[in-house]
């Protein structure tokens, strides 16, 4: 962090803490803001940690879940008590999302609040709205910059099971279990010292991949059985499910995760797209190989953005209108998909 002797004082005596993550939030998200919370709360400060949504089951055995403000459609109860602490907050930090859009009515909030904003993130193009920022796109979680952030202020003694638990969980996720390209030698240093700290690989890596329910793996057969295409001229395969299809096997938040990636495992296959219906919108995830940027694909078809090789998006269009411009675009990128 450029002002980190400023970000010290800033946190050098007890406030009132919001930790606000994105939409959706997967373990990279909910993982650093329980991490960041847990080590705040050791220095006290009054946290609390808010999502705009619900997230994963999956993600529910994290230290510290039980705390956390989660707004949903189904019980709008809680958007009052959000804007309460967000009104009342000292120091709003945000993290794992680079614009305030990606966190719905929690934006708002946040922009016109007094309090002091700290921008925790590795997303590319971020907006300038925080006075702080631990921003690194080279970095492959926002956990591992939570780290090294408690590690620029000769903190890192402090980190201790329940925090490394919750940041190693980020880090493993958003690296795809140490095997997508984003994963340097830095992301093996900081998962060493986290696991020295307490964090358990074998239990964290259960609780997240091997803890499904019948229904998410009779989707997931259904989705490679039935729904997955190959367009061999593009390189591409995609993947849509409607709602009725995701109803069909009642499918809950966080059953879809990770299923793009099965199509980006097909050999010759250089992007996979996901798209299904959300009922208030088509929610879009892109996968690439290589050079090819679903990034920049993203951010000019589809509202979206991310990082150069994993990016999401969305589209108000139908399920079947969004597959048809999905199509309509694709020669515009034929060349680049051809390329090794």
Known sequence: MKNLNAFKSLISKPAAVVIVTHFKPDADALGSSLGLAAFLKKSGHQVSVITPSDYPDFLTWMPGNETVLALSKENPAPEAQAAALIAQAEIIFCLDFSSLSRIN???????????????????????SFASYEQWDPASASTAGLIFELIEELGLQDQ???TIATCLYAGLMTDTGSFKHNN??????????????????PHDIAQQIYDTNSLERLRLTGFVLSEKLV???????AYMTLSQDELKKFGAQTGDTEGLVNYGLSIKGVKMAVLMYDRKEEIKLSFRSLGNFSVNELARK??????????????????LDETLKKLLRILPEYQQQLNQD
């Open 105 to 127: 009515s929690l934006g708002d909030m946040i922009r016109k609040t007094t309090a002091t904003k700290v921008l925790i993130d590795h997303h590319l193009e971020p907006e």
């Open 230 to 236: 190959v367009l061999p001229e593009y390189r591409t």
């Open 301 to 318: 078809h589809f509202e979206g953005g991310g990082h150069k090789n994993a990016s999401g998006g969305q589209s108000k269009l139908s």
């Open 183 to 200: 994963t340097r030698h830095r992301e093996f240093e900081i998962a060493s010292a986290l696991v020295s700290r307490g964090a358990n």
């Open 159 to 161: 980190i201790d099971a």
